[in-house]
Nanobody, 114 residues
Framework: QVQLVESGGGLVQAGGSLRLSCAAS????????MGWYRQAPGNQRELVATITKGGRTNYADSVKGRFTISRDNAKNTVYLQMNSLKPDDTAIYYC????????WGQGTQVTVSS
């Protein structure tokens, strides 16, 4: 089992920035990839960004050029730097860890006001 603790969500005005953090513990030796998904009210959960064990990153088209995912291996932590935020970015953001199984964090609310 892998435990994921997210932090960094909040309320920000359009055009602002936030940084999300997700610290992993437990069976982290099984690490294959980590990332972030989000779910807005009435919508399905969607991929935001992922980073693999080899450092390869993948982004949703809607966030390319605005969001950056990074990883601190020593701290077993993944970050999502979100710049130029838009009201459409409002959602609950979930940390994701792919190991032997899929693991999800509790989610952190991001609200972008216009």
């Amino acid at each position: 089992q892998v435990q994921l603790v997210e932090s960094g969500g909040g309320l920000v005005q359009a055009g602002g920035s936030l940084r999300l953090s997700c610290a992993a513990s437990g069976s982290i030796f099984s690490f294959n990839a980590m990332g972030w998904y989000r779910q807005a009210p009435g919508n399905q959960r969607e991929l935001v960004a992922t980073i693999t064990k080899g450092g390869r990153t993948n982004y949703a088209d809607s966030v390319k050029g605005r969001f950056t995912i990074s990883r601190d291996n020593a701290k077993n932590t993944v970050y999502l730097q979100m710049n130029s935020l838009k009201p459409d970015d409002t959602a609950i953001y979930y940390c994701y860890f792919r190991g032997y199984t899929d693991n999800w964090g509790q989610g952190t609310q991001v609200t972008v006001s216009s």
